[in-house]
């Protein structure tokens, strides 16, 4: 299996900020060490296939440093040339895991899962959104017609649900705690709102009954998966209370769903915020160890018996 790492290209942050940077190089360490994928650095996104998302004017203002303090703000990070490198880096590894994955059956992106960033702004640690912008990139080169976005990190995909709202050729479904942020939610075209407190077997009643109605309703040619490790009981904001065990199952029933019907996954890590980056980057590393499994067998989860 083939994942992308950007982790070279360092954020530089002022002393006590809240956003786990380190994390992406534990995890980068964690997967050579086990021998899980080959690793890949990937091309920066090109203004080019940022448009296709991202208003002129935005990318424009990105790019020459111009946002207003207060947009700094929204994203939560100070702008820096080195914010603009690492933010189309990330962009580049979710766009070239889609298009492995086409290939192989599954691909990572060791970071990405961006979607808080809208068309216009951005917000939530995001500047662009990955997971869009890769999806463009298969539709433009007929690559994939109809794509699935299963996001289950903690907190709301609004920047995905708002801009796909009115495309029929990408299904968002979003399950993400009912009491998060972003406190204004955006609709997307199945939202399953879970409530503060939730553990293993309500989460994964909830996610299977959700991705039994999005196969349903959607016909993809390609799925990405945002795996957010913000669920976890231990994570500082996440407000659910699934445990590691949870998680992995949680991993197994959307990967298994999706390889059993023999479509191309391309997962992104999203968020993460436990106090220790180590407990972080080794919940991503199971994420990551899964999606390998199932690239060399897709018939190999326990998961496999739901659905």
């Known amino acids: 299996m083939l994942a992308y790492s ?6 530089p942050l ?3 900020h809240r956003f786990p940077m380190e994390k992406y190089r534990l995890l980068r360490e ?17 203004d080019e296939e940022l448009l296709r998302v991202h208003d002129e004017d935005y990318l424009d203002r990105v790019v020459r440093g111009t946002l207003t303090a207060s947009e700094q703000r929204r994203i939560g990070f100070p702008w820096s040339p080195a914010l603009i490198e690492r933010s189309r880096r990330s962009v580049g590894a979710t766009i070239a895991a889609a ?3 086409l290939a192989d059956g599954v691909s990572v992106n060791l970071a990405g899962g961006t979607h808080h960033a809208f068309a216009d702004r951005g917000e939530g640690f995001c500047v662009f959104h990955d ?3 890769a999806a463009r990139a298969l539709q433009i080169d007929g690559s994939a017609r109809t794509v699935l976005v299963i996001d289950c990190d903690v ?13 029929p ?3 968002t479904l979003s399950v993400h705690g009912a009491g998060n942020f972003p406190y204004r939610k955006e609709a997307g075209d199945l939202d399953i709102a879970i409530p503060d407190g939730t553990g293993d077997d309500a989460y994964l009643d909830a996610l299977d009954g959700a991705l039994d109605d999005a196969f349903s309703r959607c016909a993809p040619e390609a799925v990405f998966y945002v795996a957010g490790a913000d669920a976890y009981v231990g994570d500082r904001w996440g407000r659910l209370a699934l445990t590691a065990a949870g998680l992995a199952q949680r991993d197994l029933l959307v990967l298994s769903r999706c390889r059993r019907r023999d479509l191309p996954v391309a997962v992104v890590m999203g968020g993460g915020y436990a106090p220790d980056p180590a407990v972080i980057a080794g919940l991503h590393l199971e994420t990551v160890r899964l999606a390998a499994a199932l690239a060399v067998d897709p018939d190999t989860s326990p998961a496999a018996g739901r659905g």
């Open 155 to 167: 907190h709301q995909g609004n920047g995905t649900a708002a801009i796909f709202r009115h495309d």
């Open 169 to 171: 050729t990408v299904f």
């Open 6 to 11: 950007s982790d070279r290209f360092v954020l």
């Open 131 to 133: 997971v869009a912008v």
């Open 30 to 46: 964690a997967v050579e060490a086990a021998g899980l994928a080959e690793l890949e650095e990937p091309a920066a996104a090109s």
């Open 99 to 101: 298009r492995a994955a």
């Open 14 to 16: 002022p002393a006590g």
